[in-house]
């Protein structure tokens, strides 16, 4: 057992670490989402391994014998959970949930949302606001850039009102300084 204090990993390294088609692919997805580092894919697709093995465990004792209310809640809870989160569409089965792959996991960040959204330039932009404060869900800040944002939480991405510098008010500055540059 390990120190109470120091959580354990969440992701597993890849097995061989110098396949060149895999390294390849972790670049561009990299440079897609504006990770930080490859290990924000490699927990992405932990996550996603998770669910692909409790979907074929519930899909086993279901193909085997008559499943059990447990199996039957925890397949619903799942179908739920990832439905709430925006990565399954509505009428879904189990067998779309092992079609899952890492980039239905980073579409769901809240750095790729608020990108999205149009309140930053660039997807690292976007995690620059996130770490520094300056976003808020449902007007709650946000520090966290691989925050999963559920679909119910997807409107309510804003600004931080209560931010120490107002982004907006640094947006208008800077435009006003560009146009009077281009005027002189």
Request: charged share 35%.
């Amino acid at each position: 057992m390990g120190h109470p204090k120091k959580s354990k990993k969440t992701y597993e390294r890849p097995r061989r670490p110098w396949v060149l088609q895999r390294i390849k692919e972790e670049r561009e997805l990299a440079e897609k989402y504006g990770l930080k580092n490859k290990r924000e894919i490699w927990k992405a697709a932990s996550i996603i391994k998770k669910y692909r093995r409790e979907i074929r465990n519930i899909l086993a004792e279901i193909a085997g014998m008559k499943p059990s209310e447990h199996t039957i809640n925890k397949e619903a809870a799942i179908l739920a959970s990832l439905k709430r989160k925006g990565m399954l569409g509505e009428g879904t089965s189990l067998e779309d949930v092992l079609e899952l792959d890492v980039q239905d996991i980073m579409e769901r960040r809240l750095q790729t949302c608020v990108h999205k959204k149009g309140l930053a330039n660039s997807p690292k932009h976007a995690r620059q606001l996130i770490v520094h404060g300056h976003i808020a869900v449902n007007n709650r800040r946000v520090t966290i850039p691989s925050y999963i944002v559920k679909m119910d939480d997807e409107r309510g991405i804003s600004f931080y009102e209560h931010a120490p510098a107002s982004i907006t008010s640094i947006g208008s500055e800077q435009g006003e300084g560009i146009e009077e540059g281009k005027e002189k």
